[in-house]
């Protein structure tokens, strides 16, 4: 039973304007020294899934930053390993991918090359640890030819663009609905899907011949009667970033102990990360810190309540930080407040400085900003 894994890292772009300005959102970071692809690619290390290509379009050199080589997640292999699709990897110079469908067909040589029996597509747009090797056990079992991962949940208004699917007994997709209606109790897909390769290649070899544009319309939805579909029940953890005001919460839910154990305390689902070799965080004599989420390399020398700060940022004597996230780098000034506000990476505030934004619409500064 083995996997190639791959990985969508801009396809969602553009709900989280704000961060994806000059990175993907694959790369936009995360509960204090993560990247969001992290988790998707410490799912599939942790499945034994080995061989990974990662889709990029635009603004990846970040990502690519982040990711190297892919030895802090074990992916730098002669066999398999991570692979790093760039723009115009496809045999048309021309082609640049607009949509999934699109993407996939991209790298469809790749997929037709592969010698593993399935292939696990994601999205990186969220926050979840789906057991992939169990995923893959109920795909088998089944017979299916295609696995939809679903969570079965109210559908707020950020899962509305999500597909959703109902189920016979057996598990079996006899139903699928391009958007879910708000307010209803849905199976609401996860963008995670496990289809038999050979078949993932001869699927998008026939829809390209007929014109198809959307890989949920004319691949999956075009099948679902000719095709033994089934759906997989993943009911953990999902923090789903489409929104300044969902990555907000996603980051906020860290300082809940259930959360940040389910998320971070399995020792079977360790979530992998870029390495950093920083100091220790140092905490001064007037430092005050409650319920916070705080990586290494910082110096504390103020006040943090209920906030989450990235590797090496630093709050000066007399600032109080609350309800806040400062992502990597970022320096405070003596005497500020600071309430409800994101800074972005190597952001700095100077002294006597009063920022407050609110949960719904947090105060953004972006990268390298000055204020």
């Not at 607009?98 to 994601?122: C, K, P, Q, W």
């Not at 109902?166 to 199976?187: I, M, P, Q, S, Y």
């Not at 995670?192 to 001869?202: D, E, Y």
């Not at 407040?337 to 190597?346: E, L, R, S």
């Amino acid at each position: 039973m083995s996997a190639v894994g791959i990985i969508f890292s801009n396809i969602h772009n553009e709900t989280i304007d704000e961060l994806t300005r000059k990175r993907t959102s694959a790369s936009i970071p995360f509960g204090g020294r993560y990247r969001l692809i992290d988790f998707a690619l410490s799912n599939f290390v942790n499945a034994d899934v080995t061989s990974v290509g990662v889709l990029t379009q635009k603004n990846y050199q970040s990502l690519m930053d982040h990711l190297g080589s892919g030895k802090d997640w074990d992916l730098s292999r002669k066999n398999g390993g991570l692979i790093i699709f760039p723009p115009y990897s496809s045999h048309r110079s021309d082609f640049l991918y607009e949509n999934r469908f699109e993407a996939l067909m991209s790298v469809n040589g790749y997929i037709e090359r592969r010698h593993e029996d399935y292939v696990i597509l994601t999205d990186c747009d969220n926050v979840n640890v789906i057991d992939y090797q169990d995923v893959l056990k109920q795909h088998e079992n089944s017979g299916a030819d295609i696995t939809i991962v679903y969570r079965n949940q109210e559908v707020t208004s950020d899962l509305s663009d999500h597909m959703t699917i109902e189920c016979n007994d057996e598990g079996r997709v006899v139903k699928a609905t391009l958007r879910a209606k708000v307010g209803e109790v849905a199976n609401v897909a996860v963008n995670v899907w496990v289809i038999n390769r050979r078949l993932l290649h001869g699927l998008l070899v026939d829809a390209a011949t007929t014109g198809a544009k959307s890989f949920h319309r004319d691949v999956l939805f075009a099948n679902v009667r000719s095709l033994k579909i089934y759906g997989y029940n993943y009911q953990g953890i999902y923090m789903h970033m489409n929104s300044m005001e969902n990555y907000y919460k996603g980051n906020m839910l860290l300082l809940t102990d259930s959360v940040r154990n389910e998320l971070f305390g399995n020792p079977d689902k360790r979530i992998y990360t870029k390495v950093r070799d920083s100091a220790p965080t140092r905490y001064g004599d007037t430092a005050i810190v409650q319920n916070s989420f705080i990586a290494d390399g910082c110096e504390i020398e103020g006040t943090v309540i209920n906030s989450v700060l990235f590797r090496g940022v630093k709050v000066a004597k007399g600032t109080v930080v609350k309800n806040s996230i400062l992502m990597q780098d970022t320096s405070v000034g003596a005497n500020c407040n600071i309430d409800h506000v994101i800074t972005d990476k190597n952001v700095s505030i100077r002294d006597r400085n009063n920022l407050m934004g609110c949960e719904k619409v947090p105060y953004y500064l972006g990268k390298y900003a000055t204020v």
